[in-house]
């Protein structure tokens, strides 16, 4: 690890044979120091075939928020990683089919996802107070605007300039909602193998915000 990092920090080449005990420095260690969490660190690695994998760190924390979850209702878990992931695969998208409109969106979600940041929008560790799906909302919104003010397609600009209103007129019903929704326990139908249609019930628990994205 030693030579590998002073080969790293000297911007050389390096295939390494430490293999995920590198990778855990990087999107890991690092971040960690850092920013105190690995949660807002995205790893991209392009893979032989011409795909690619997009990574974020979870520290070992996934399963106590899970937990946490099942008996208190609120979600701390932090989806930046998986925001900033899925902008780049858009990207990627975007590049591989020459998709003038998948560039927009992906543009737009990293304008929502630097705002996010900016308004400080990430999960509280308190039961009653923003988690997962609050975070999720403001990305939505954001996101919604950010396409909305997109000036090279207008369909595409009109098409979400509707939600994006809906999103911002309704956000004190959205977050009551999700609130109402926290502080007692969730029935997911197991933690290995959950059922799709209780887990969707326990993220999509404001009617008003599920309304906005179903008619997008």
Excluded at 82 to 91: D, K, N
Aim: with cysteine.
């Amino acid at each position: 690890m030693r030579e590998t990092l002073q080969r790293v920090k000297q911007g050389k080449d390096t295939i390494s044979v430490t293999g995920n005990v590198l990778r855990d420095y990087l999107t890991d260690l690092f971040p960690i120091l850092e920013l105190g969490t690995c949660a807002k660190m995205l790893s991209i690695v392009p893979l032989l075939a011409g795909g690619g994998l997009y990574e974020t760190g979870a520290g070992g924390s996934a399963p106590k928020h899970v937990q946490r979850f099942l008996k208190e209702g609120h979600l701390r878990w932090d989806s930046l990683g998986g925001f900033l992931a899925l902008a780049v695969s858009i990207e990627d998208l975007a590049d591989k089919t020459d998709s003038g409109r998948a560039r927009i969106i992906a543009y737009a979600l990293n304008i929502a996802n630097g705002k996010y940041l900016e308004e400080n929008k990430a999960p509280s560790r308190k039961v009653g107070e923003i988690d997962n799906r609050g975070s999720h909302y403001y990305v939505a919104r954001y996101w919604a605007d950010a396409v909305a003010a997109n000036s090279s397609d207008i369909d595409l600009a009109e098409r979400f300039e509707i939600a994006a209103r809906a999103l911002a007129e309704n956000e004190t019903k959205i977050l009551a909602e999700l609130d109402a929704a926290q502080g007692k326990p969730v029935d997911i139908g197991g933690y290995y193998n959950p059922s799709e249609t209780l887990m969707a019930t326990a993220m999509r628990p404001s009617a008003t915000l599920n309304a906005i994205i179903d008619s997008i």
